[in-house]
T-cell receptor, first 112, second 115 residues
Framework: GDSVTQMEGPVTLSEEAFLTINCTYT??????LFWYVQYPGEGLQLLLKATKADDKGSNKGFEATYRKETTSFHLEKGSVQVSDSAVYFC???????????FGTGTSLTVIP | NAGVTQTPKFQVLKTGQSMTLQCAQDMNHEYMSWYRQDPGMGLRLIHY???????DQGEVPNGYNVSRSTTEDFPLRLLSAAPSQTSVYFC??????????????FGPGTRLTVT
């Protein structure tokens, strides 16, 4: 079945460091891929998405490229800030329906 | 738009009690879902609905009931609470952003403790 495997955390970085959070997926067909962010005490917010191979999703300095050949959708940011501290979830949606599958989440802490 | 709203934010139950978690959305989305979030396990789908009057089970449906009498509301009922149901519950609604891609939006969550 469809699934998402995400880099385990927690991840601790200094401010202005480069961030990569790895995400790989298993799916039949051509899923859409997402990154969600969850700030403490809040629900998940859509951060970015990509709907087909080689698409790059981007938002708030974060980027992720849909790589079908490696079944990956790694999240990157060139210079993290303290305000980026949150839990990040990779997710996929099979385009045959409304089912979403989530990774286990990666906790990021950015220290000044 | 308020988006997806959930009540209550926090709830403590005793084992065996029942309760309903409320969820509403004002975006006219067809699809709604309930997830639970547990440490180290990400989000697991409990039940979902593809439209008013239509519901189906997700990955972990046991101990929970849902109904969808209107497009806006999708309550989750705990029939007889157990400590294993201590979790954070998220309601979400989604729609087809394109012919082949859906987007999902989440409520703020309900933190439930069962003692």
């Amino acid at each position: 079945g469809d699934s998402v495997t995400q880099m385990e955390g927690p991840v601790t970085l200094s401010e202005e460091a480069f961030l990569t959070i790895n995400c790989t997926y298993t799916a039949t067909g051509y899923p859409s891929l997402f990154w969600y962010v969850q700030y403490p005490g809040e629900g998940l917010q859509l951060l970015l998405k990509a709907t087909k191979a080689d698409d790059k999703g981007s938002n708030k300095g974060f980027e992720a490229t849909y790589r079908k050949e490696t079944t990956s959708f790694h999240l990157e940011k060139g210079s993290v800030q303290v305000s980026d501290s949150a839990v990040y979830f990779c997710a996929l949606s099979a385009n045959t329906g409304n089912q979403f599958y989530f990774g286990t989440g990666t906790s990021l802490t950015v220290i000044p | 738009n308020a988006g997806v709203t959930q009540t209550p934010k926090f709830q403590v139950l005793k084992t065996g009690q029942s309760m309903t978690l409320q969820c509403a959305q004002d975006m006219n989305h067809e699809y709604m879902s309930w997830y639970r979030q547990d440490p180290g396990m990400g989000l697991r789908l409990i039940h979902y609905s593809v439209g008013a009057g239509i519901t189906d089970q997700g990955e972990v449906p046991n101990g929970y009931n849902v109904s969808r009498s209107t497009t806006e509301d999708f309550p989750l009922r705990l029939l007889s609470a157990a400590p294993s149901q201590t979790s954070v519950y998220f309601c979400a609604s989604s729609y087809a952003a394109t012919a082949s891609s859906y987007e999902q939006y989440f409520g703020p969550g309900t933190r439930l403790t069962v003692t």
